[in-house]
């Protein structure tokens, strides 16, 4: 399941390519992960 998130999340900061020098964009994607974290059945699809 974590594998699954880190893939999309990398995918995420690949595509934008600021998350990792811009903090507000780690809140973001911190904030993803805990989104799919509280909704497990959206990982099964």
């Known amino acids: 399941m974590l594998k699954t998130i880190d893939q999309r999340h990398s995918s995420s900061i690949a595509e934008t390519g600021s998350a990792e020098t811009s903090p507000v964009s780690l809140l973001q994607l911190l904030a993803r992960v805990e989104a799919a974290a ?7 699809a």
Not at 38 to 44: G, Y
């Open 38 to 44: 509280a909704r497990p059945q959206s990982l099964s």
